[in-house]
């Protein structure tokens, strides 16, 4: 998110090169997605992303995955209860 003195803008992709360790964990979840069309259930989507950066805490990767939806809808949905997977795939 970009807040300047006239406005806020939400970034649209987040990066793996971002100081953020949040838009790090999106980054991976998004490349995660992109690599496997059918979807992710919530704990292979997960252990990918904690294994992927040991220095990701548990609990932020856990918090970041349970927000994908809410924080990005025009890019992921859930097509059943725990798998996630990219909209473009629909």
């Known amino acids: 998110m970009i807040i300047n003195d006239f406005s806020v803008v939400k970034t649209t992709a987040p990066g793996m090169q971002s100081s953020k360790v949040t838009e790090r964990i999106y ?44 924080n990005f809808p025009e890019k992921i949905y859930k097509p059943s209860k725990g798998i996630f997977r990219l909209l473009k795939y629909k």
């Open 27 to 70: 980054a991976k979840a998004f490349e995660l997605l992109e690599k496997h069309p059918e979807g992710l259930h919530w704990s292979e989507l997960l252990s990918k992303i904690k294994a992927s950066d040991p220095a990701f805490h548990p609990k932020t990767v856990n918090g970041c995955v349970w927000k994908l939806v809410e």
